[in-house]
């Protein structure tokens, strides 16, 4: 039996003294079982790697998820914590969300998304995708976030409008930790920048510019992905 298996021992179903005990793959060599009797085995989803989730492998919609190449550097600028509370803020897939709780299980992490559609595709991914406990919160940022507990380590991967709002709302909320955010326009990046240094916090920005290989009549060439901005500041 494969580790980390539920197994269900179900004995003489139909009959007035039928049992159906919950074991482990360990625990029911031990068991004596009567006939006739079921064997019910739930296999623990396939072994994947702690980092490095596909975006393929995620549900997504027109694109709005965060590239890998993009995800795998706010995962790392996020130095999250073994415990704590981080919020996924314009969720839109989850990516973010889901990769951080299969990194730190003991981390609470709350997706939030005001989309109904993405909502539902988040917890589908989740499910999928062994994330066990992933919370998601279907609302529109920061309203959506003054009912949240306070947190440790906040995403922002779709802020619209409201970057402004929603940083200041972070702000008052994170006593200590670390905000991370994305953006693709220069409009973004100076808001966020003067936001940021308006709450007393001191950003950080880098700019990332990836090309994966296409293929193209049998030829091979670099296709380049936007550039993405990724946003940094602590205290």
């Known amino acids: 039996l494969p580790r980390g298996a539920v197994v269900f021992v179900c004995e003489r179903l139909g009959y007035p003294d039928e049992r159906v005990r919950r074991s482990t793959p360990a625990g ?31 549900e997504h919609e027109r694109g709005l998820i965060t590239k890998d190449e993009v995800r795998a550097v706010v995962l790392h600028k996020l130095r999250l914590p073994p415990r704590g509370v981080l919020w996924d803020v314009g969720a839109g897939s989850g990516a973010v969300g889901i990769e951080a709780k299969r990194l730190a299980p003991g981390l609470r992490v709350i997706a939030v998304e005001k989309d109904r559609a993405r909502v539902e595709g988040i917890r589908r991914n989740a499910e999928r995708l062994a994330a066990g406990g992933l919370e998601v919160v279907r609302g529109e940022a920061p309203r959506a976030l003054r009912s949240l507990l306070p947190p440790d380590r906040v995403f922002i991967g779709g802020a619209g409008k409201g970057l402004t709002e929603i940083i200041e709302h972070v702000s008052s909320r994170m006593k200590k930790g670390r905000v991370v955010m994305t953006a693709i326009t220069m409009e973004s990046v ?46």
């Open 190 to 235: 100076e808001e966020a920048l003067r936001a940021l240094r308006a709450q007393g916090l001191a950003p950080e920005a880098c700019s990332l510019s990836a090309s994966r290989m296409t293929e193209v009549a049998g030829r091979h060439y670099m296709k380049a992905l936007n550039p993405v901005f990724v946003i940094e500041a602590g205290r």
């Open 28 to 58: 029911v060599r031990r068991m004596t079982v009567r006939e006739p009797s079921l064997l019910l085995v739930l296999a623990p989803p396939g072994e994947r790697p702690l980092l490095g989730v596909d975006e393929e492998e995620m």
